[in-house]
């Protein structure tokens, strides 16, 4: 079946980095666009960044441009979310999702599957 596992999460001060990756498996990864998405508590879930399948196009939330920079190694089957000049308030789980169509890549429901989750903490 189908797998996505993030990693990388954990405490950083704020204005500090950090670089999460997805490794995906189960599916034919270079037939995907990849996503990143991010729900902070109490709050809905919000999209971040997605990369095509080629990594030839790039797109981002404007809370995050110039930030964060999402990448992919089709030959690892993973996906990266470089996270650089941290704040607090970018304090969410991050989910990894793959979506076999980029009609709307911003868009939850476009994606047809969805990693655990990792925990991003930025103190100030």
């Known amino acids: 079946q189908v797998q996505l596992v993030e990693s990388g999460g954990g405490l950083v001060q704020a204005g500090g980095s950090l670089r999460l990756s997805c490794a995906a498996s189960g599916l034919t990864f270079s037939s995907y666009v990849m996503g990143w998405f991010r729900q902070a508590p109490g709050k809905e879930s919000d999209f971040v960044a997605a990369?095509?399948?080629?990594?030839?196009?790039?797109y981002y939330a404007d809370s995050v441009k110039g930030r964060f920079t999402i990448s992919r190694d089709n030959g690892k089957r993973t996906v990266y979310l470089q996270m650089n000049s941290l704040k607090p308030e970018d304090t969410a789980v991050y989910y990894c999702?793959?979506?076999?169509?980029?009609?709307?890549?911003?868009?939850?429901?476009?994606?047809?599957?969805w990693g655990q989750g990792t925990q991003v903490t930025v103190s100030s």
């Open positions: 999702a793959a979506a076999y169509r980029d009609y709307d890549v911003g868009k939850r429901g476009e994606y047809d599957y």
């Open positions: 990369i095509s399948w080629s990594g030839s196009r790039t």
